[in-house]
């Protein structure tokens, strides 16, 4: 059997060059193929109209890589939640969210994910595979198609860790700034953390921002709500940040979700302030996003102010970040788990 084509998403500008070459046509027309997948959102080599109309009809059937929407849920603060099917039918999760003065997308890395932290709906589904780099800048371009508007953010903060999946990530990051146009601060990877990987990163030199999802500030809460964490102790994580700011000469994000009555209280601000002494960062308080697999609450409004004020009073930067569309379909990750398993119960 042939080998099935490569995707033409896939491929990098003198690599699209030389595949055309191989089916007859002159050099340059990688260099208009190139502009319709990017520029034009092309999804068929059928559309791209100054190539010749015999050649594109030939090939009209050659895979571009570009998913299908199958379902959008649009928030009441415009936030639109998508779930695109990618060639082998798994469905993942993409989010636009616009601002005044911003279209952030909030990108997938993995279909699933196997970190299985207490509080996500993600990990709830466990791991599939691990997206190619042409999976993750589809989804920016599909949201920016969506909203006729050029993406200016990019959060790996969708399904999956991005850590895990490190050499896909950092092509798409490649593309998403080289080709896209997309500055390289405007991308942030957000990761739990394993041991070994925070540094491989840093060797990137990548200059995108680097957000570290914490969520407690000793070892034993930690570890309660992350699984993984069992393996890696959080002065070990502290170290690998100081080190990854020290190479890369970038500020790290801790990101912390506030569970009410679990790691919400003065106390854990307190002590997350003495971890992160002499630290050149930022933090991000995300009250829980209720799922439906387990029972945590969001803390009220007065705890999420104080733990701030807290970490604030220790001169530490903080935001708190509410999730937006919440209301388009639950938290992260819930959509696509009850649209996946109705496909599954389908076929
Ligand atoms: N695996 C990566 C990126 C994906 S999750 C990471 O862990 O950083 C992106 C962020 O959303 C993480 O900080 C994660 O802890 C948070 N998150 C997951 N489920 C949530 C929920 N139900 N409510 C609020 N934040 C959640």
Redesign the pocket.
């Given at each position: 059997m042939a080998p099935s084509p490569v995707p033409l998403l896939s491929l990098s500008l003198p690599e699209l060059t030389a595949w055309v070459q191989t089916t007859g046509q002159p050099a340059y027309r990688g260099k208009q193929i190139h502009q319709w997948l990017y520029q034009k959102g092309a999804r068929s080599l059928n559309t791209m109209t100054d190539l010749p109309k015999a050649w594109r009809e030939k090939n009209s059937d050659y895979p571009i890589g570009r998913s299908v929407i199958d379902h959008c849920a649009v928030a009441p603060d415009h936030t639109r939640k998508y779930l695109l099917r990618l060639a082998d039918g798994l469905i993942i999760e993409t989010v636009g969210i616009p601002s005044s003065k911003r279209l952030t997308v909030c990108v997938s890395?993995q279909v699933g994910?196997a970190?299985d932290?207490n509080?996500?709906?993600?990990g709830k589904g466990g791991f599939i595979r691990n997206l190619q780099s042409y999976e993750i800048v589809d989804q920016v371009l599909t949201v920016q198609e969506e909203f006729q508007e050029r993406v200016s953010n990019v959060v790996?903060?969708?399904?999956?860790?991005?850590l895990l999946n490190l050499p896909e990530v950092v092509k798409a990051v490649e593309c998403l700034n080289q080709v896209v146009g997309i500055g390289q601060r405007a991308l942030t990877i957000?990761?739990?953390g394993l041991p070994g990987k925070i540094r491989q990163l840093a060797d990137r030199h990548l200059q995108v921002t680097f957000?570290?999802?914490l969520?407690a500030p000793n070892q034993t809460l930690r570890q309660s709500l992350i699984p993984s964490a069992r393996h890696y102790p959080l002065e070990q994580l502290l170290a690998d940040c100081r080190a990854y700011v020290e190479t890369t000469g970038r500020r790290v994000t801790f990101?912390y979700?506030l569970l009410a009555g679990v790691n919400d209280q003065p106390v854990h601000a307190e002590q997350l302030a003495q971890k992160l002494r002499g630290f050149q960062t930022h933090v991000n308080l995300?009250?829980?996003?209720?799922?439906s697999e387990v029972d945590y609450q969001r803390p009220t409004e007065a705890q999420i102010n104080q733990f701030a004020q807290v970490l604030s009073d220790h001169r530490i930067a903080v935001s708190v970040r509410y999730?937006r569309g919440v209301q388009a379909d639950a938290?992260?990750?819930q959509l696509r788990a009850s649209r996946q398993e109705e496909l599954t119960a389908t076929v």
């Amino acid at each position: 059997m042939a080998p099935s084509p490569v995707p033409l998403l896939s491929l990098s500008l003198p690599e699209l060059t030389a595949w055309v070459q191989t089916t007859g046509q002159p050099a340059y027309r990688g260099k208009q193929i190139h502009q319709w997948l990017y520029q034009k959102g092309a999804r068929s080599l059928n559309t791209m109209t100054d190539l010749p109309k015999a050649w594109r009809e030939k090939n009209s059937d050659y895979p571009i890589g570009r998913s299908v929407i199958d379902h959008c849920a649009v928030a009441p603060d415009h936030t639109r939640k998508y779930l695109l099917r990618l060639a082998d039918g798994l469905i993942i999760e993409t989010v636009g969210i616009p601002s005044s003065k911003r279209l952030t997308v909030c990108v997938s890395s993995q279909v699933g994910c196997a970190m299985d932290c207490n509080f996500c709906a993600t990990g709830k589904g466990g791991f599939i595979r691990n997206l190619q780099s042409y999976e993750i800048v589809d989804q920016v371009l599909t949201v920016q198609e969506e909203f006729q508007e050029r993406v200016s953010n990019v959060v790996f903060m969708g399904m999956g860790e991005p850590l895990l999946n490190l050499p896909e990530v950092v092509k798409a990051v490649e593309c998403l700034n080289q080709v896209v146009g997309i500055g390289q601060r405007a991308l942030t990877i957000s990761t739990v953390g394993l041991p070994g990987k925070i540094r491989q990163l840093a060797d990137r030199h990548l200059q995108v921002t680097f957000a570290v999802s914490l969520h407690a500030p000793n070892q034993t809460l930690r570890q309660s709500l992350i699984p993984s964490a069992r393996h890696y102790p959080l002065e070990q994580l502290l170290a690998d940040c100081r080190a990854y700011v020290e190479t890369t000469g970038r500020r790290v994000t801790f990101e912390y979700v506030l569970l009410a009555g679990v790691n919400d209280q003065p106390v854990h601000a307190e002590q997350l302030a003495q971890k992160l002494r002499g630290f050149q960062t930022h933090v991000n308080l995300i009250p829980y996003n209720p799922i439906s697999e387990v029972d945590y609450q969001r803390p009220t409004e007065a705890q999420i102010n104080q733990f701030a004020q807290v970490l604030s009073d220790h001169r530490i930067a903080v935001s708190v970040r509410y999730s937006r569309g919440v209301q388009a379909d639950a938290a992260c990750g819930q959509l696509r788990a009850s649209r996946q398993e109705e496909l599954t119960a389908t076929v």
